[in-house]
């Protein structure tokens, strides 16, 4: 499996110096910064919008077993019973009826280390998806979310640490 660093930068248009600049930020100076804004605009939302079908049967069959690896192995204590709320989540952002800010409050209860470790094998969900360009724009998509979770979680374990 492969790095949350390598994950970023492999499937968002940014270098590793971007990623790692983005990654030392504020959630807030992440969020609004022109890197990131400029990787949320190069969505292909249309694409997104005719292929949710696709993305639902993806997630469908296998949150299930990602949600039993978090708690088995990951130790992570709240996980979904079932793949419809991230789903549910997936479609109301892609309709612009979510924002990033409830996403980062949705998982501050991961443990940071659990978080970075989950978000490669969680991107990689959608390595079967047959239609190159579907697996490319779904993958970049849910690379684009999770950037603000890491931040955040970044962020807080150096609060703690400073505090």
């Not at 390595?127 to 931040?151: G, H, N, R, S, T």
Request: net charge negative; charged share 25%.
């Amino acid at each position: 499996m492969q790095s949350t660093l390598k994950i970023f930068t492999q499937h968002l248009d940014l270098s590793q110096n971007q990623v790692e600049t983005l990654l030392s930020k504020t959630l807030n100076e992440c969020l609004n910064s022109p890197e990131f804004q400029q990787q949320l605009d190069s969505l292909d939302i249309n694409l997104m919008r005719e292929t949710l079908p696709t993305a639902g049967e993806v997630l469908a069959k296998e949150l299930p077993s990602f949600y039993d690896w978090l708690k088995n192995e990951l130790n992570v204590e709240r996980v979904p019973d079932s793949p419809e709320h991230t789903t549910n989540w997936v479609i109301n952002f892609v309709n612009n009826q979510e924002n990033l800010t409830h996403l980062v409050e949705l998982h501050r209860p991961v443990p940071h280390p659990a978080l970075e470790t989950a978000i490669p094998r969680l991107v990689e969900l959608f390595d079967a998806v047959k239609d190159w360009q579907v697996k490319k724009e779904w993958q970049k998509a849910i690379a684009i979310l999770c950037l603000p979770l890491v931040v955040d979680a970044r962020e807080r374990e150096k609060y703690s640490v400073a505090v």
